[in-house]
């Protein structure tokens, strides 16, 4: 909610501040010159990054206006891994093998559908809870594996808001793109034309600037900022359920072991140690 009205302020306080002091509206409302920035600004886009990237940046966008990762989230995720570590400790970690085989159809997971909606963070969990089960590694060799795969994965979550930002601090420069070429076309009918015409190009000219810097400013800045903050948050989450398979790994018992996840989170949203010990006596 907080993005729509954000963005809703931008457009009302610009526009509304442009009417008030005498503008016209439809003097902003020039087609070809979003065609030029924004075309110009995309073939930017997919120059500079893989193919598959338009579409993750597309889909995390629409996801902003409503962030999954909220203090129920939190506390489903806790559970969750209270829930398996709890089972592994009393019948054994064989006792958990079906469960990470299939988790869609294990009883545990599928209690908590916002994380098996998660198919990268399921992976995530059941790989290193099979190398776990192998007996065969030491809980610093396991936390030396989790932080190279955190390193890749921060590359990964973050590329998308490194993307948007790359292009909204191209955006000024593609406005001014369009206002040169309306100078030039301004330029060429010099001989002909009158006053109001040349006014007019001109205008149309400056409207190109004043849209790739709106748009680099108050849209397409603001929204790489919410991408590098989403992906920090969703990197914190792993980075919590780390915390709790080293401590396990380390033989802390279940109850200890997910409040080192639960003290990893960001303070924001995260669960009281009072609300996830009434959390784990319900599962």
Same mark, same amino acid.
């Given at each position: 909610?907080?993005?729509?009205?954000?963005?809703?302020?931008?457009?009302?306080?610009?526009?509304?501040?442009?009417?008030?002091?005498?503008?016209?509206?439809?003097?902003?409302?020039?087609?070809?010159?979003?065609?030029?920035?924004?075309?110009?600004?995309?073939?930017?886009?997919?120059?500079?990054?893989?193919?598959?990237?338009?579409?993750?940046?597309f889909k995390k966008?629409?996801?902003?206006?409503?962030?999954?990762?909220?203090?129920?989230?939190?506390?489903?995720?806790?559970?969750?891994?209270?829930?398996?570590?709890?089972?592994?400790?009393?019948?054994?970690?064989?006792?958990?093998?079906?469960?990470?085989?299939?988790?869609?159809?294990?009883?545990?997971?599928?209690?908590?559908?916002?994380?098996?909606?998660?198919?990268?963070? %399921? =992976?995530?969990?059941?790989?290193?809870?099979?190398? #776990? /089960?192998?007996?065969?590694? !030491?809980?610093?060799?396991?936390? $030396?594996?989790?932080?190279?795969?955190l390193v890749g994965?921060?590359?990964?979550?973050?590329?998308?808001?490194?993307?948007?930002?790359?292009?909204?601090?191209?955006?000024?420069?593609?406005?001014? %793109? =369009?206002?040169?070429?309306?100078?030039?076309?301004? #330029? /060429?009918?010099?001989?002909? !034309?009158?006053?109001?015409?040349? $006014?007019?190009?001109?205008?149309?000219?400056?409207?190109?600037?004043?849209?790739?810097?709106?748009?680099?400013?108050?849209?397409?800045?603001?929204?790489?900022?919410?991408?590098?903050?989403?992906?920090?948050?969703?990197?914190?989450?792993?980075?919590?359920?780390?915390?709790?398979?080293?401590?396990?790994?380390?033989?802390?018992?279940p109850t200890l072991?997910?409040?080192?996840?639960?003290?990893?989170?960001?303070?924001?949203?995260?669960?009281?140690?009072?609300?996830?010990?009434?959390?784990?006596?319900?599962?």
């Amino acid at each position: 909610m907080a993005k729509i009205i954000g963005i809703i302020v931008v457009f009302a306080c610009v526009l509304g501040g442009f009417v008030a002091s005498g503008g016209k509206i439809m003097a902003l409302v020039h087609p070809f010159e979003v065609l030029i920035i924004g075309g110009a600004a995309l073939g930017a886009f997919l120059q500079s990054n893989p193919g598959s990237m338009f579409m993750t940046v597309f889909k995390k966008s629409l996801k902003m206006f409503k962030s999954r990762f909220t203090h129920d989230y939190y506390l489903e995720v806790l559970r969750l891994l209270y829930e398996i570590l709890n089972k592994a400790r009393r019948e054994g970690m064989m006792a958990i093998e079906a469960d990470l085989e299939d988790p869609a159809a294990s009883p545990i997971f599928s209690k908590y559908p916002a994380v098996l909606g998660d198919e990268r963070m %399921v =992976a995530f969990i059941c790989d290193y809870l099979r190398i #776990m /089960s192998s007996g065969n590694m !030491a809980p610093h060799e396991l936390e $030396g594996l989790f932080d190279m795969e955190l390193v890749g994965l921060k590359e990964e979550l973050e590329h998308p808001a490194h993307a948007v930002a790359k292009v909204a601090d191209g955006m000024p420069a593609m406005g001014i %793109v =369009a206002a040169v070429l309306g100078i030039v076309i301004t #330029m /060429s009918i010099l001989a002909e !034309a009158d006053n109001a015409q040349i $006014g007019e190009k001109v205008g149309t000219a400056l409207v190109g600037t004043f849209l790739g810097i709106l748009a680099s400013y108050g849209f397409f800045g603001p929204l790489a900022a919410a991408l590098e903050h989403d992906a920090k948050e969703e990197l914190n989450v792993y980075e919590a359920i780390k915390a709790g398979l080293v401590a396990s790994a380390s033989g802390m018992p279940p109850t200890l072991a997910v409040e080192f996840s639960r003290k990893t989170l960001y303070p924001a949203h995260r669960p009281s140690f009072s609300e996830l010990e009434q959390a784990m006596r319900g599962s």
